[in-house]
């Protein structure tokens, strides 16, 4: 179940498991998700990504970002500047 509305394409987390949305959901409705893979995923656009860097995910704000202390979702296969919305990730696939 969607741990919250979901569009397609977005990331969530349900538990331990991160997996981008593979269509819309509504919170609580059956929702696919791929957990691995490449994605364009929405960041945090205040952070500079270099090719390999670590990638978390913030359930609170719903974003990718570079900070130790978030789920741990895979790394970044292309350079994001500051300012950029958008980070190319490819997914780990562990939990």
């Known amino acids: 179940a969607a741990p919250y509305a979901v569009a397609s394409g977005a990331g969530f987390k349900v538990g ?3 997996a981008v949305a593979s269509g819309p959901a509504d919170s609580g409705a059956a929702v696919e998700g791929a957990t ?4 364009d995923l929405a960041k945090v656009s205040a952070q500079a990504w270099t090719v390999g860097a670590p990638i978390y995910w913030d359930d609170t704000a719903k974003l990718a970002n570079d900070q130790l202390g978030n789920t741990r979702i895979g790394v ?3 350079a994001a500047g500051n300012p950029s919305a958008i980070g190319r990730v490819r997914l780990n696939g562990r939990f």
Do not use: K
């Open 16 to 18: 331990s498991i991160f």
């Open 36 to 39: 691995v893979g490449v994605y």
């Open 76 to 78: 970044a296969v292309a």
